[in-house]
């Protein structure tokens, strides 16, 4: 029998509905955390995540992986899906047409399963599959709501955040601690690691930027 973690994901996996598939070597379903909790929803494969058949297994992920961290979020306890399922060749960007096609025809019924308390978009392309007028360079870090009222949080792409250098790293930084603070609104309980101050936690985050190698080591 189907387990409920497998939803969709043999139809994705098997799906040759459009040109994508062709050159993918494997698509990606996404990873489902719990129900009723927080959903990530980036782009598109990159290079990494069409080998492996994940979502965000790259730097971009480890980036992803270490913000989780530091607002005590375990990435095992938050869903990440793409708009995208398969790699568009070279990486480049999914074309409206590609995003509307692939994001239609499964993630309004990944949503409906995994029923997020909120959802985060990464970055441009994720953020127009629900707000078309929107942008990122002046809609990241506001919480938006869909028209059925689900609230919706973007964020820049961690890939964008690798190519900007320390002080976008800061930024993040502090957006994801924005994230954290409603989080806690939403009393969404993200587990034992969570750190309950949010101003000491930003203080030490800050002084942990210029000393730690592992945030560091991203940047060019
Ligand atoms: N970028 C994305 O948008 N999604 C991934 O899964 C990896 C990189």
């Known amino acids: 029998m189907e387990s409920s973690s497998d939803f969709l994901v043999l139809d994705i996996q098997s799906c040759s509905r ?31 995540e069409d080998i492996q058949g994940r979502p965000f297994v790259g730097r971009s992920g480890k980036l992803l ?5 530091k607002i005590g979020l ?4 938050v869903s990440v899906l793409n708009i995208v399922k398969c790699r568009p060749p070279g990486n480049r960007t ?34 127009r599959y629900f707000f078309p007028k929107a942008r990122i360079s002046r809609d990241k870090g506001k919480l938006l709501f869909t028209t059925d009222g689900k609230p919706v949080f973007p ?16 930024e993040y930084l502090k957006d994801f601690i924005v ?13 034992p690691e ?22 560091n080591d991203f940047l060019p």
Request: aromatic letters at 8%; glycine letters at 8%; one cysteine or more.
């Open 74 to 77: 375990h990435r095992d306890l």
């Open 179 to 191: 994230l954290k603070e409603i989080l806690n609104k939403l009393n969404y309980l993200p587990g």
């Open 94 to 127: 999914p074309t409206d047409t590609e995003m509307k096609f692939c994001g239609d025809l499964w993630l309004p019924a990944q949503l409906n399963y995994l029923k997020p308390k909120i959802i985060i978009p990464l970055g441009s392309v994720a953020l």
């Open 65 to 69: 992986n270490q913000m989780l961290e």
């Open 18 to 48: 459009c040109e994508l598939s062709k050159s993918r070597t494997h698509s990606v379903p996404g990873d489902y955390g719990p129900k009723n909790g927080i959903c990530f929803v980036g782009e598109a494969p990159g290079h990494d």
């Open 155 to 170: 964020l820049f792409h961690p890939a964008y955040i690798l190519r900007n250098g320390k002080k976008a790293l800061e």
């Open 194 to 215: 969570v750190i309950s101050d949010s101003n000491d936690f930003q203080k030490s985050d800050e002084e942990d930027l210029n000393t730690q190698t592992s945030l």
